[in-house]
C-alpha cells in the first residue's frame, strides 16, 4: 500500500504563512492527482487545492491568490504553500494521491489520505 505523512502545520497569527508538505512512501509506481482538502469543526471536508500529474492546478475560491499548491514527482511530495492566512483558513488538512503501485504480483490501483495535520489561525 501506499502511505501519506503530513507535516508543517501550527499555530500562526493572522497574515502569517505556513507551508505543509505531504510525503508519499511505498512501491509506487505512478501518481496523478494530489491534493489538499481541509476540515473545520462541524463542516464537510472540502477540496483546497489539487495539482495534476502536469502541473495544472486548481483552486477553492476562498484561497485564490494566497495558498500555491505544488509537487516534487522525484521525492513523491505535495506542498501547499499558504500565505496571509486568516482565522477562517483553521482546519486540519488532509492530502490524498491517487495512482499506481506494485503490490508484489502487479500494478494496482490506490488512493490514500494523510491523518491530517492542524493548521490554526489566531492572535
Known amino acids: 500500500?501506499?502511505?501519506?505523512?503530513?507535516?508543517?502545520?501550527?499555530l500562526v497569527q493572522p497574515g502569517g504563512s505556513l507551508r505543509l508538505s505531504c510525503a508519499a512512501s511505498g512501491s509506487i509506481f505512478s501518481i496523478n492527482?494530489?491534493?489538499?482538502y481541509r476540515q473545520a469543526p462541524g463542516r464537510q471536508r472540502e477540496?483546497?487545492?489539487?495539482?495534476?500529474?502536469?502541473?495544472?492546478?486548481?483552486?477553492a475560491?476562498?484561497?485564490?491568490?494566497?495558498?500555491?499548491?505544488?509537487?516534487?514527482?522525484?521525492?513523491n511530495t505535495v506542498y501547499l504553500q499558504m500565505?496571509?492566512?486568516k482565522p477562517e483558513d483553521t482546519?486540519?488538512?488532509?492530502?490524498n494521491m491517487n495512482g499506481r503501485y506494485w503490490n508484489g504480483l502487479g500494478l494496482r490501483d490506490f488512493d490514500s489520505w494523510g491523518q491530517g495535520t492542524q493548521v490554526t489561525v489566531s492572535s
Do not use: H, P
Open 83 to 85: 500565505n496571509s492566512l
Open 47 to 59: 477540496l483546497v487545492a489539487a495539482i495534476t500529474s502536469t502541473g495544472t492546478t486548481t483552486y
Open 1 to 10: 500500500q501506499v502511505q501519506l505523512v503530513e507535516s508543517g502545520g501550527g
Open 33 to 36: 492527482a494530489m491534493d489538499w
Open 61 to 75: 475560491d476562498s484561497v485564490k491568490g494566497r495558498f500555491t499548491i505544488s509537487r516534487d514527482n522525484a521525492k
Open 91 to 95: 482546519a486540519r488538512y488532509y492530502c
